[in-house]
């Protein structure tokens, strides 16, 4: 139902800005929450930031509290996450994804990903 189109990846230095951006299809865009996830070579994928349906409640993972930050435009079903002060341990492919659970913060809960943009940071 829900097909997700991200961009904004890039090679960059540590300290440095990024802002990535995901565009989703659909008319129902606004009923889903948003999630970003990243996935490292070997490691599994984890959670990054989430932002809710209805109220847009945002939440982070620990490791990006204070320099991410998730937003959404309903208006032009897009997602976006700007990351701020970016080190060596953020590298990793970034992934957005839908879920219909409110608060969802788990990979198994979103239902749709996007192909993922990679974000590389040097140190």
């Known amino acids: 139902q829900v097909q997700l189109v991200e961009s904004g990846g890039g090679l960059v230095q540590t300290g440095d800005s990024l802002r990535l951006s995901c565009v989703a299809s659909?008319?129902?865009?606004?009923?889903?929450?948003m999630g970003w996830f990243r996935q490292a070579p070997g490691k599994e994928r984890e959670f990054v930031a989430r932002i809710s349906w209805g109220s847009a409640i945002t939440d982070y993972t620990d490791s990006v509290k204070g320099r991410f930050t998730i937003s959404r435009d309903n208006a032009k079903n897009t997602v976006s996450l700007q990351m701020n002060s970016l080190k060596p341990e953020d590298t990793a492919v970034y992934y957005c994804?839908?879920?219909?659970?409110?608060?969802?913060?788990?990979?198994?809960?979103?239902?749709?990903w996007g192909q993922g943009t990679q974000v590389t940071v040097s140190s």
């Open positions: 659909g008319r129902t865009f606004s009923s889903y929450t």
């Open positions: 994804a839908a879920s219909r659970l409110r608060y969802a913060t788990m990979t198994n809960h979103y239902d749709y």
